[in-house]
Each structure stands twice: as C-alpha cells, then as structure tokens.
C-alpha cells in the first residue's frame, strides 16, 4: 500500500496555512492521516482554538472512513442525520460533516491519505485543503 509521505504531508500543510494567510482567514488547523486514519502531520496557526486538532483530523477521519469528501458527509447528514451522527462514535477521529475534509490521491487514483483543514468558515477551509494537495502535486477526491 502506499502512503502519503511526511515531504508532502507537510507540503500540504504548509500550502493550505499559506492560502488562509492569504486569503486572511480565521487561524486554521490543518491535519495530514494516512490511508489508515493515523496522523501524520498537525499545525495550527496561532490563535487558533484548543478543538481544532480533532475537528481537522475529524473532517480527514470521516473522508477516509466514508470514502468521500466532508463536504458530502454534510449533504448525507442532512438526508440521514441518524446514521451519520451514530457514525461518530464508530471512528477513530468521530466523523465532521462540514466542508474541508479531501481525501488525497496520486494521479492514478490510489489513496494516499487525507487532509482536514478547519478554522474560517467550511468553504474556505475546503480550499484551503485543496491548495494544499494541489501544492504537494497530489490530487484530490471531492
């Protein structure tokens, strides 16, 4: 199985902080797991609040459980609420259905990993992810 590396684990991290200076947001948080949920890298901007690192790593954790981006474990938990919030206490990381959470892949489609970015509102954080896998020349499943 290949996983994601801790070179672009943190080029991820470091390309999404980047963005959300850019873009002044709210200090983020970003999380890198590798395909079995584990972490592999964290950072926070400072400032940033004292849950960040488990909603990044839940927004990452769920992708990787459900095969699928945050941002659609949303559109699920509002068709099913149930059945996404029993899923919670099923995951290593707990399951966050908000926008931010990729899963990240190599060009040919093989799961690397996944990314968790939180802290400004769940859009920006989705592209604060997606700068950062886009920047580690990784791709990612939305």
Do not use: W, Y
């Not at 949920?37 to 901007?45: S, Y």
């Not at 945050?70 to 996404?84: D, K, L, N, Q």
């Amino acid at each position: 199985m290949t996983v994601i590396s801790l070179e672009q684990a943190n080029a991820i991290v470091a390309a999404a902080l980047a963005k959300g200076a850019e873009l002044q947001l709210n200090p983020l948080s970003v999380a890198v797991l590798d395909p079995g949920g584990h972490l592999v890298t964290f950072a926070r901007d400072d400032g940033a609040s004292t849950m960040r690192p488990q909603i990044a790593c839940g927004k990452a954790g769920g992708a990787l459980a459900l095969g699928t981006s945050s941002r659609i474990i949303a559109t699920m938990a509002a068709e099913r609420p149930a059945f996404v919030a029993a899923l919670g206490g099923l995951s290593q990381h707990g399951v966050i259905p908000a926008a931010g959470g990729l899963i990240v892949t190599d060009a040919a489609g093989a799961v690397l990993g996944a990314v968790g970015v939180t802290g400004d509102t769940s859009d920006n954080d989705e592209e604060c992810a997606m700068a950062g896998v886009v920047a580690a020349g990784l791709v990612a499943r939305i």
